[in-house]
T-cell receptor
Framework: GAVVSQHPSWVICKSGTSVKIECRSL??????MFWYRQFPKQSLMLMAT?????????EQGVEKDKFLINHASLTLSTLTVTSAHPEDSSFYIC????????????FGPGTRLLVL | KQEVTQIPAALSVPEGENLVLNCSFT??????LQWFRQDPGKGLTSLLL?????REQTSGRLNASLDKSSGRSTLYIAASQPGDSATYLC???????????FGKGTTLSVSS
């Protein structure tokens, strides 16, 4: 149990286009999901906290108009990178916290984005 | 603001060795501390989670300890195997339900 999926796993897009990444908790409800970004040989950095039914909370330095987050249901959060540029190329990972039980976050497999 | 540091950044050992990975954090008021494994180009696999009230957790050949007063955690891997080769990340959470703050990881290579 406690599986989190991400789609797509790998995307290449042209500069200026928008890319949507989905994060789903497959077998549990998650009121809260987190979006992280990882640059090569760097650690995961929190981008934003996604809450079902309310606006996301963004970390300092993360542009909310560029990285649109929608937590549409208790099992789905989406991250849309708008007008993507090469510097947005990164590994994006989401995690979901189960609404009950242990305080463990379950991580998705990640989405690798390459902007040409 | 919490900062998490991992030393060393990289470690190479021969198969069969016991080894210790180190993690330190600046704010001792943590809620929990977690160790993850990340294979190249992959997501995270949770290894061990230690609540702030606990001193250690064990799973198979892995043992993680937590010393809040000194701001340190260690991950002990016994009888290392080539399959243990990966990057190991340490992360802390300062409150229930909040995001994790990660260290940069230790990349482990175990040679056969």
């Amino acid at each position: 149990g406690a599986v989190v999926s991400q789609h797509p796993s790998w995307v290449i897009c042209k500069s200026g286009t928008s890319v949507k990444i989905e994060c789903r908790s497959l077998d549990f409800q998650a009121t809260t999901m987190f979006w992280y970004r990882q640059f090569p040989k760097q650690s995961l950095m929190l981008m934003a906290t996604s809450n079902e039914g309310s606006k996301a909370t963004y970390e300092q330095g993360v542009e909310k108009d560029k990285f649109l987050i929608n937590h549409a249901s208790l099992t789905l959060s989406t991250l849309t990178v708008t007008s993507a540029h090469p510097e947005d190329s990164s590994f994006y990972i989401c995690s979901a916290k189960r609404d009950w039980g242990k305080e463990t976050q379950y991580f998705g497999p990640g989405t690798r984005l390459l902007v040409l | 603001k919490q900062e998490v540091t991992q030393i060393p950044a990289a470690l190479s050992v021969p198969e069969g060795e016991n080894l210790v990975l180190n993690c330190s954090f600046t704010d001792s008021a943590i809620y929990n501390l977690q160790w993850f494994r990340q294979d190249p180009g992959k997501g995270l696999t949770s290894l061990l989670l230690i609540q702030s009230s606990q001193r250690e957790q064990t799973s198979g050949r892995l043992n993680a300890s937590l010393d809040k007063s000194s701001g340190r955690s260690t991950l002990y891997i016994a009888a290392s195997q080539p399959g243990d080769s990966a990057t190991y990340l340490c992360a802390s959470s300062n409150q229930a339900g909040t995001a994790l703050i990660f260290g940069k990881g230790t990349t482990l290579s175990v040679s056969s």
